[in-house]
């Protein structure tokens, strides 16, 4: 068997065309959603994921506030930012990059940001929700797998679903939308025991892990959907690669569908991002949301 690759690219900008549509709707009726991204310090990887949300946010229209700040701002010099952004007008999405550096506590810089714009679903009041059932804004990363597993499978009932991660960013909450979905649902982590026939019972194997190629083919149970979050910089004959946690070769023949590292999860976190800012956008300014039937 050969899976099926989950083009991730192709249903990022899907939904791209979906969200410029809706942004074009809100601009004409006076009321253009704005992000605001925060970045302190230099680390490599966050700028890049920084510069790409930037950037994709300004192709789809929106206004774009980005707070570039050095490595050594303070707590309470963030936290004052968070009250600025909080109260202005045209902000309808506040996200700060993480990880912060180790002088700043993120939970609290996280829990300082207003619920209603926290476009990254990573509140306490929104993750609480989440688990409630109630409406929330989700975390992009979980938003986009979910996106990804439904192009495959629209209905997911009483399958087993296991996610390697017990992260706040992604496995607790991909966790609660896969349960929203009936799923059985297993979050494995590095003290599991057995880790490989964990994975083999799951109908959907979500590995979020942060370690190259760390599941294997044969961890994989046949015709399975697996879900790569990993993105990991390794060398290769001298030269740079992005690998996810998964053995993509390895699994590529076992699974029944896959997403790619680079090219799978990735371009639809950002587009989950730019949908929350929307929605966002939509609730703050008490208009109807022009992506009730087109990005779910
Ligand atoms: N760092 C890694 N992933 C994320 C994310 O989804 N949002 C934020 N703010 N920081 C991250």
Request: hydrophobic letters at 45%.
């Amino acid at each position: 068997m050969s899976a099926v690759v989950i083009d991730g690219v192709a249903a990022a900008r899907q939904l791209h065309a979906v969200l410029r549509g809706a942004v074009l709707d809100l601009v004409e009726r006076g009321a253009t959603p704005g992000l605001a991204v925060v970045l302190v310090g230099d680390d490599p990887a966050s700028s890049v994921y920084v510069r790409n949300k930037v950037r994709r946010s300004v192709e789809a229209g929106l206004r774009s506030f980005h707070h570039r700040l050095p490595a050594s701002t303070s707590e309470s010099d963030i936290l004052a930012l968070i009250l600025r952004l909080n109260a202005a007008e045209d902000v309808d999405g506040i996200l700060v990059q993480l990880p912060l550096p180790s002088h700043i506590d993120a939970q609290k810089v996280t829990a300082a940001i207003d619920p209603a714009k926290d476009v990254d679903g990573f509140h306490p009041i929104n993750v609480g929700n989440l688990s409630l059932g109630a409406s929330a804004l989700v975390a992009c990363t979980p938003l986009g797998c979910m996106l990804l597993i439904k192009s495959v499978r629209t209905d997911l009932t009483g399958l087993s679903a296991v996610i390697v991660g017990r992260s706040n960013i992604v496995g607790k909450p991909l966790a609660q939308l896969l349960l929203r979905e009936n799923c059985t649902v297993t979050i494995a982590h590095s003290k599991t025991e057995d880790l490989p026939s964990v994975c083999r019972r799951a109908d959907i194997l979500v590995a979020a892990v942060g370690r190259a190629r760390f599941v294997r083919g044969d961890w994989i149970k046949p015709g399975a959907i697996v879900i790569d979050v990993g993105i990991n910089r390794i060398e290769r004959d001298g030269n740079q690669q992005l690998v996810g946690d998964v053995d993509f070769e390895g699994a590529h023949t076992v699974a029944g569908a896959l997403t790619p590292v680079p090219g799978g999860v990735g371009p639809m976190t950002i587009a989950c991002l730019l949908r929350n800012t929307i929605e966002a956008a939509c609730r703050r300014r008490g208009v109807s949301s022009p992506l009730a039937n087109g990005a779910d």
